[in-house]
């Protein structure tokens, strides 16, 4: 109740939405077994993830099943087909369970299968109730071969009944008896509404009359036999039906404890949704757990204060805690509402949850160990049933806390020797803590004593916290300084709210030099260690962004590096296919021109040799020339195709350039290129246009 666990529990409860698991939220424990914490947590964390991943998990059917499944262990007992629908619908969302843990899922989320592993979905129990009702949680016709034979004549005899009516309803529609043509029964039979003044002008057995007496109903003679019949037919229908259902009932009892078994399993997934709901409203996160006693937290929230806080748009300030086998008691010194009780509340809360199996708002680096013992002492305890005050129940509690703490106990003391003269309960607060650091137990305390601020350096596991203040604007920081501890600012305080000079020396006049001097130190230290924090963040942040403008300038250098090799290999290996194409058929021509050249040794045609090899090593230059110009063509002109017609732009195949046809001479043509007028052969041209840019 002093952490505000029960809190927790009602926000959970609010997530259930089963009659299990709300009762699982009320009744929430502590446990001290890691691998039992361990699976708690794992399914929590599982559920949160199908959840992050919009996965569906099928347990999205509500049921609270208590009365129907005590119904299935009463011998004799009767289950109506709306209750069997209901079983039927609890077997078919363990069937949607089962179905839902693949190979696949088993291996991704076994906390969540670890539920399912002792039962198993039995087809059985669906059959049997589909082979007798239908979607409705009717009973069937053909349930059994007396109920199909009982309303096939009932159908029979109301068909004839209708028939019969019609009839009647005819005639005395006719004689203008009828007040009102609609069907109408009573006491389960069919009868006419006549005017009453005609009541006596027809045969039958008067059933009733209405309100005003205006109207009266009446079975016709030559209805009361099939009345009767069909009456008798809906008894025997309905014994039938019971009969039926009952049968149905004593099968399904074979299968009560696997009933039982599916609703408790829908059950606890509810109530881990629950805890993955509340772990999503809280950003409540899976820490490492540790097997030995450990406190570690890094970004940790009080999940309360968090939910308060972003209700109402405002900042939440984390803490972060180590308490280990070296440093397992911090004493937390400050100002009066500098959040110090918060922060132990943040730390107990926390370690409630975890043990509980519930995610916590913490960074998932967080390691945490669990605690056989917690034990709290926060606010004013005084016990008036056994007439203590304050402070003798105070003590009462830290001599429970002293003869039974050990190394797996986690405390937690709020204003430690409080309700006493301050140098006694100063004294007596020395003792407590020595001898809860003797016990190597681990706990958080808070405390205004300087005496305590003092032995926290001296006594080997004790060590300080501060509570950051800010002593320009007198605010409280609310974040945790571990390793000095911290001024209580009392005249700083006063001097910033205007009290009085002359006061504030009085007062510092009573105060002890030595008592004065160390929070006056404490004091400035305190604005020292905030000063150089704030230069630390600020060259942190420097760091960071010089770190971050020095990845960016690598990944582009990077980049355009690997994109200039990439051209560069590209062209490479291009410029190496044409080469090697080129050479191959230098290679086979020059073969072919030393033949030639042996050849006109003995003919004398050396000459006309020299000229084909002169030919053969300047095409390629040649070649390289009209590429280029096909290509200053090919920018500025397309090829349209057809018969070329004077008036037409037309490209000259054997010199690659672009003029007016102006003339046809049969197979020539003349071409204008420039103020030049060039006579070529008609098939060496072609019809081009110029590229319009897009």
Known sequence: ????????????????????????????????????????????????????????????????????????????????????????????????????FDHDRKAQYPAL?????????EKKITALIDEVLDELGQVKDNASPELSKIRMNLYRKRMELRKVFERILQKLQKLNYLADQEEAF????????????????????????????????????????????????????????????????????????????????????????????LALDMDGNYPMLVPHAQVHLVQAYHPLLLLYNRKNSKPTIPVNITLDNDNHILVISGPNAGGKTVTLKTVGLIQLMLQAGLLVPVHPTSQLGIFKQLMIHIGDTQSLEFELSTYSSHLKNMKYFMENANGKTLFFIDELGSGSDPNLGGAFAEVIMEELAKKHAFGIVTTHYLNLKVMANKVKGIINGAMGFDEQTLMPMYKLMVGKPGSSYTFSIAQRIGLHPSLIARAKKLVDEGHFQLDKLLNKAEQDLQKVETEKKDLHKLLKENERLKKEYEELADKERKNQQITFLKLQNKIKEDDLQYLKDMERKLKQIVVEWKRAEKNDER???????????????????????????????????????VGDQVKILTNRQVGKLIEIRDKRAIVQLGKVPINVKLSDLVVVQEKVNE
């Open 607 to 645: 000459e006309k040799v020299m000229k084909q090899a002169e030919i053969l090593l300047f095409r390629r230059r040649e070649k390289q020339v009209n590429e280029k110009l096909d290509k200053k063509v090919n920018d500025k002109f397309q090829e349209v195709g057809g018969a070329a017609q």
């Open 186 to 277: 009573l006491n389960g039979r069919r009868v006419v509404a006549i005017y009453a003044e005609n009541k006596r002008m027809v045969k039958g057995i008067i059933h009733g009359e209405s309100d005003t007496g205006k109207t009266t109903f009446l079975e016709p003679d030559d209805t009361i036999e099939l009345n009767n019949d069909i009456q008798s037919l809906e008894r025997e229908e309905s014994r039938e039906v019971y009969r039926i259902l009952r049968q149905l009932t004593s099968q399904l009892s074979q299968y009560s404890g696997l009933l039982n078994s599916y609703h408790d399993v829908l059950g606890i997934y509810d109530f881990i949704r629950a805890k993955a709901k």
């Open 113 to 121: 299968h670890e539920v399912i592993k002792d039962t198993y979905y």
């Open 1 to 100: 109740m002093q952490l505000e666990f029960d809190k927790v529990q009602e926000l959970l409860g609010e997530h259930c939405k089963t009659e299990l698991g709300k009762r699982m939220a009320a009744e929430l424990r502590l446990h001290t077994h890691i691998d039992y914490v361990k699976t708690a947590l794992q399914q929590a964390h599982e559920y949160k993830q199908l959840t992050l991943l919009q996965e569906h998990f099928p347990n999205d059917f509500v049921l609270n099943l208590k009365s129907e499944l005590r119904l299935l262990a009463i011998q004799g007992a009767v289950l109506a087909g709306d209750q069997a629908m209901q079983l039927r619908k609890l077997a078919e969302s363990m069937h949607s369970i089962t179905r839902f």
